[in-house]
């Protein structure tokens, strides 16, 4: 049974910073690229950023590239996404999302099967 656990939202205001991490079990976590995707009220789930399974490739949206870092850790199994900059148009529901097969990279939630329960992130401006 694979479980992903988020952690790190709240609230902040504009400008400010939140580093969000997801803990994951049941699965070989150094097999499989990691993403984080948002969802905000009344609109779809978009992608945000992917990690490889080593850790030495990442895509972002364009709308967050110079301002999020997505990083892991392989020995603690845990995925990280620091915000910095942060807007109120980035305020959303934050998941985290396991890859699969192992060693792909997807950029589309159909490319990922499990998912945690996500954590609220709200920028004021």
């Known amino acids: 049974q694979v479980q992903l656990v988020e952690s790190g939202g709240g609230l902040v205001q504009a400008g400010g910073s939140l580093r969000l991490s997801c803990a994951a079990s049941?699965?070989?976590?150094?097999?499989?690229?990691m993403g984080w995707f948002r969802q905000a009220p009344g609109k779809e789930r978009e992608f945000v950023a992917t990690?490889?399974?080593?850790?030495?490739?990442?895509y972002y949206r364009d709308s967050v590239k110079g301002r999020f870092t997505i990083s892991r850790d392989n020995a603690k199994n845990t995925v990280y996404l620091q915000m910095n900059s942060l807007k109120p148009e980035d305020t959303a529901v934050y998941y985290c999302?396991?890859?699969?097969?192992?060693?792909?990279?997807?950029?589309?939630?159909?490319?990922?099967?499990?998912w945690g329960q996500g954590t609220q992130v709200t920028v004021s401006p």
């Open positions: 999302a396991t890859d699969s097969p192992p060693y792909g990279m997807g950029l589309s939630s159909e490319d990922y099967d499990y």
């Open positions: 049941g699965r070989f976590f150094s097999s499989y690229a």
């Open positions: 990690i490889s399974w080593s850790g030495d490739t990442t």
